[in-house]
């Protein structure tokens, strides 16, 4: 089955759009692209770019370790027992991970397709996906390195970007390592989202002209939806500075 395409060609019609799943008691998160690529985790598609995909877990392991180790010298009061806790914040602040940004606040899925200048004009967009009850991750009793399936989760209010933007996560288990008929252990290829069949009925894309982006930004910055509200600290808010009286 296709995925289902709404093509929307103003900021009042993705509002209406939205807007009829107000009411509804399913959790529906969203995500801003500014180009229309797979729905991989940021570590796993560097990775691949750099051919180590047999290394993954390798890496993962470094990188987290790098995190741990270095992280003491900007905050000092962090629980690292919980490995959901560590993931989320990592992943807030640029570290890849196998996490896949998600936000419950459409507009900001929104302005995330638009905040950042590219260099075609193929369209932005915005994924919309529904969470079932059967992909919500229990991350109470279940390991985040140990997940057969893609599921999703909250975060805890651990950090203020979190709450900003409404933070929710998939955790991108890309399951590379399996064994075949013989026993032996090979390579799987890991689907993304939007290329496994289990979320064929789950997902939506919205697709925007890129022409629309400053219209867009000028309308999402009304509702007090902006780079300043999105990253709440200073480096957000010299951002929205330079955007509102240079660009």
């Known amino acids: 089955m296709k995925i289902k395409e709404i093509k929307i060609n103003s900021f009042e019609q993705y509002v209406d759009k939205v807007g009829v799943y107000f009411n509804d008691t399913r959790h529906r998160l969203y995500r801003g692209q500014k180009d229309d690529l797979p729905l991989h985790s940021k570590l796993y598609r560097l990775v691949k770019q ?8 390798k890496i993962e392991k470094k990188v987290l370790e790098d995190f741990k180790r270095l992280y003491i010298i900007y905050k000092k009061e962090i629980d690292y027992q919980n490995p959901w806790d560590l993931l989320s914040l990592s992943q807030h602040f640029g570290l890849p991970t196998r996490l896949l940004d998600w936000t419950s606040n459409p507009m900001i ?3 995330f397709a638009f905040a950042e200048e590219k260099g075609n004009d193929n ?3 915005v994924w919309g996906l529904v969470v079932e009850d059967d992909i919500l991750a229990d991350t109470e ?5 140990d997940q057969r399936f893609i599921k999703a989760f909250k975060p805890k209010n651990i950090d203020n970007r979190i709450i900003a933007q409404h933070s929710w996560f998939t955790i991108q288990n890309p399951n590379i390592k399996g064994k075949s008929a013989d026993g032996l252990p090979y390579i799987n290829s890991p689907e993304s989202i939007n290329e ?4 064929d009925y789950s997902l939506a894309r919205f697709l925007f002209p890129n022409e629309k982006r400053n219209e867009i930004l000028r309308k999402l910055d009304i509702i007090g ?5 999105v990253f709440p600290d200073l480096s957000g808010l010299c951002n929205y500075i ?3 009286e240079l660009k």
């Open 123 to 125: 369209d932005r967009v």
């Open 225 to 229: 939806i902006n780079h300043a509200s």
């Open 141 to 145: 009793n279940e390991d985040p390195f």
């Open 196 to 199: 496994s069949e289990e979320f």
């Open 109 to 111: 899925a929104l302005w």
């Open 242 to 244: 330079e955007w509102k």
């Open 50 to 57: 750099n051919k180590a995909i047999k290394d993954f877990y």
